[in-house]
């Protein structure tokens, strides 16, 4: 298990800009796919973000062009820069390692989800 802390969330105004992290722990996490995930109230989690670790990128289209997902090995860390925040991007945002499979990005293995970090704009 990697233990996973996420912080950067807060209440914004739309239009306005937020930059989450993902702090890593346990193990080296520098092979492995990166991710976000939300979760908006009465709402399943939806993936936002992954980023390989040859940092090729992958966006959900409801993000693509505002966010921006990057990670630095050798902090552990990987960040969501949102730009451009919208009433609709409000939710608890997740990090994990994640998995390609043929239905979409999954979380990997038997990761746990971390608490979140809830992100909340208004309109």
């Known amino acids: 298990q990697v233990q996973l802390v996420e912080s950067g969330g807060g209440l914004v105004q739309a239009g306005g800009s937020l930059r989450l992290s993902c702090a890593a722990s346990?193990?080296?996490?520098?092979?492995?796919?990166m991710g976000w995930f939300r979760q908006a109230p009465g709402k399943e989690r939806e993936f936002v973000a992954a980023i390989w670790s040859i940092g090729i990128t992958n966006y959900a289209n409801s993000v693509k062009g505002r966010f921006t997902i990057s990670r630095d090995n050798a902090k552990n860390t990987v960040y969501l820069q949102m730009n451009s925040l919208k009433p609709e991007d409000t939710a608890v945002y997740f990090c994990?390692?994640?998995?390609?499979?043929?239905?979409?990005?999954?979380?990997?293995?038997?990761?746990?989800w971390g608490q979140g970090t809830q992100v909340t704009v208004s309109s």
């Open positions: 994990n390692l994640l998995e390609l499979r043929s239905t979409g990005w999954v979380k990997s293995g038997n990761q746990d």
């Open positions: 346990g193990r080296t996490f520098s092979s492995y796919a």
